[in-house]
Each structure stands twice: as structure tokens, then as C-alpha cells.
């Protein structure tokens, strides 16, 4: 499913960026990404979506160290 139309970034993207991202900031990464940087809808609707689940996943992996 496509997450940012503006830049063409699926949701598959961002999570493989993430799991393979040195950066421990979600922000950061997706900033990377290019995701947002037109018109600002995906920061709108679709990326609190996946912040939201990335967050629960953190809290049932106490191993992981990424920050969003
Ligand atoms: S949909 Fe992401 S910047 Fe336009």
C-alpha cells in the first residue's frame, strides 16, 4: 500500500528502511525517505498509523532501541 503517493513510498518501503536503519530515530528515517516533503498528506493520516504500530511493537520488544 502506498504511504506517501508524492514520492511513490509504499508502507513495505518504510518498514524495510526501518528494520535496516542504523538510526534509531522513526522521524528521522521516513525524513530520509523523502515521505512528507510535498504535499503533507501521508504526515496527516497514513504515517500516524504506522508511528502508532511501531510504537506498540517497541513496547512488546524489549530488545529493540528504536525511537519514534
Ligand atoms: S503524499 Fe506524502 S508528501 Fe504528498
Known sequence: MYICICKGITEDKI??????????????ILKKLGVGTDCGTCLLH???????????????????????
Open 15 to 28: 518498514r524495510s528502511a526501518i528494520k535496516h536503519s542504523h538510526s534509531p530515530n522513526t522521524k528521522d
Open 46 to 68: 497514513s504515517i500516524d498509523a504506522i508511528i502508532a504500530e511501531i510504537k506498540s511493537k517497541n513496547k512488546s520488544d524489549k530488545t529493540s532501541s528504536f525511537k519514534v
